[in-house]
């Protein structure tokens, strides 16, 4: 597969679903191609993943046409900085993860620390779980069993909703009542030090043997019609807009040719 180059997709203004980028606090895409050792944020944040025990030759899969980044289940896992990911109300974070086996998917904190953390996984084997915790020790832990194959995970936290409500899970767009664990009421999630794992679990060897890619951290609960995008397809948010000139009758093909001519600060003339 050919890697991408950058001016193959679109964040912020060029992209063709800017909702998707409202409130994005954290959003690394393994499938738009290899980096090497180190994950790069498109949040614009600068809040760079650093792969561990990780060999770049094998980390980068291909798998359903697309790059990832694949895990080993061994020892290999990513670490991002803990800022700013300190969501306390209100807030979102999605994926899409190919499970073979193992335990965690991402996590920030862990139960019996002081503070709070979130995490997907768990401790209930074929489940994906979403966690929430408050001062280490109240929890919601909701799970719904693992469809196989790719799937889009959003766990989403709500201070705003009674009781356990305030953990919501959707499995590959919709809505998963599954099944909820609660020992306490979580009233909001107070911060911690940790910094944010992808494919291990802070304290404890729970590696994930998978896949991952598109993952998104935001600061809101994201609507229904968001979700199910998210979830139609892999990497969705870096699509780029199309920026064709219908109306003066100019083709699609022209219009792009135009669009890289400004970009580049070129005199664009007839010939486009």
């Not at 499938?31 to 993943?49: A, V």
């Not at 306390?88 to 190919?98: E, G, L, Q, R, V």
């Not at 991952?212 to 990497?235: C, F, M």
């Not at 199309?242 to 010939?271: C, D, H, M, P, V």
Request: hydrophobic content about 40%; glycine content about 12%; proline content about 3%.
């Amino acid at each position: 597969m050919t890697k991408p180059s950058w001016g193959d997709f679109a964040t912020f203004d060029e992209s063709a679903y800017p909702e998707l980028w409202d409130g994005v606090v954290g959003a690394w895409c393994p499938s738009l191609g290899p980096t090497g050792l180190r994950l790069h944020d498109h949040s614009r944040r600068s809040i760079w993943g650093t792969m561990t025990n990780a060999d770049p030759a094998t980390c980068w899969a291909v798998n359903s046409g697309q790059y990832s980044l694949a895990l080993d289940g061994t020892n290999d896992y990513v670490t991002t900085a803990d800022a700013p990911f300190d969501l306390t109300d209100k807030f979102a974070i999605a994926f899409w993860c190919n499970i073979t086996s193992g335990r965690m998917l991402l996590t920030k904190g862990n139960m019996g620390e002081t503070g709070y953390g979130f995490d997907f996984g768990g401790f209930t084997a074929g489940q994906i779980e979403w966690l929430t915790l408050q001062n280490g020790a109240t929890y919601i832990n909701r799970g719904f069993a693992n469809p196989g194959g790719w799937v889009h995970v959003c766990g989403m936290f709500d201070s705003s909703i009674a009781g356990t409500g305030r953990n919501i899970l959707y499995i590959n767009g919709v809505q998963r009542a599954g099944t909820v664990t609660n020992a306490g009421t979580v009233t909001a999630v107070s911060a911690n030090n940790n910094n944010l794992l992808l494919g291990s679990y802070s304290t404890l060897n729970l590696f994930l043997n998978g896949a991952l890619d598109d993952i998104r951290i935001y600061s809101r609960v994201l609507p229904d019609a968001q979700i199910k995008l998210l979830a139609s397809e892999r990497g969705i948010a870096y699509a780029r807009r199309r920026r064709t000139l219908r109306r003066l009758a100019i083709g699609e093909g022209a219009a792009f040719k135009a669009y890289w001519a400004r970009r580049n600060s070129q005199i664009i003339g007839g010939g486009v």
